[in-house]
């Protein structure tokens, strides 16, 4: 079944960001655009080359008006503790949202109960709660924040000019497609 305009429930979570501990709901991603990134674990191999990717583009989704949120089913201490302990960790300004119960990795279906941990699930969720595009991989499968900052510009272009979709390798700026004609202009 696909999650494709599901709405997301609501939702309660502790998180860490920029040195201190917050509480998350679902009202604080509400009216704007964000990003859901699932991870397996804190103190892995393959999670902190993709948070670090993230960190590096962070700036890029902040100016395109997206929130980024990595989540793990890691307590908000250990996200602490391993930003102490990480020089790469360290360079994270998004907020690391800590999923204890599985509450939203169940909720996304990214949970594995046997293992206790979340697969690799990164999901684009619109101003009103909805996720409009979701990829999720095996955990040995590491993923590209360029290709998912590429695909909020997509998802924010579409929502903005409906009438039109984006082909293959589309980038900001350039040709769209509309149902049933040609090429249209760049937009």
């Known amino acids: 079944m696909s999650l494709i305009n599901k709405e997301i429930s609501d939702f309660k979570v502790q998180a860490f960001a920029q040195g201190n501990f917050k509480e998350i709901t679902k009202a604080d991603i509400l009216g704007k655009w964000a990003v ?6 804190d103190f892995t191999f393959v999670c902190p080359t993709e948070l670090s990717d993230l960190a ?9 008006g997206c929130e980024v949120y990595s989540v793990s089913t890691d307590s908000h201490f250990a996200h ?6 990480s020089d790469t960790v ?11 119960t599985a509450q939203l990795s169940k909720d996304f279906e990214v949970y594995i109960e046997e293992a206790g941990m979340a697969l ?22 590491g993923r590209e924040a360029g290709e998912l900052l590429r695909k909020v510009q997509a ?17 900001p700026g350039a040709q769209t497609l ?5 090429l249209v202009g760049k937009l």
């Open 36 to 41: 859901f990134m699932f991870y397996p674990a």
């Open 56 to 64: 590096d583009n962070y700036e890029q989704f902040k100016a395109i």
């Open 80 to 85: 602490k503790a391993w930003h102490d302990v």
């Open 90 to 100: 360290k360079k994270i300004k998004y907020t690391m949202l800590a999923d204890p």
């Open 120 to 141: 690799r699930g990164s999901f684009v969720i619109n101003p009103q709660g909805k996720i409009v595009a979701y990829e999720v991989n095996d955990n040995s499968i």
């Open 155 to 171: 998802a924010q272009f579409v929502a903005e000019y409906g009438d039109q979709v984006c082909p293959a390798k589309w980038r």
């Open 178 to 182: 509309k149902p049933g004609l040609d």
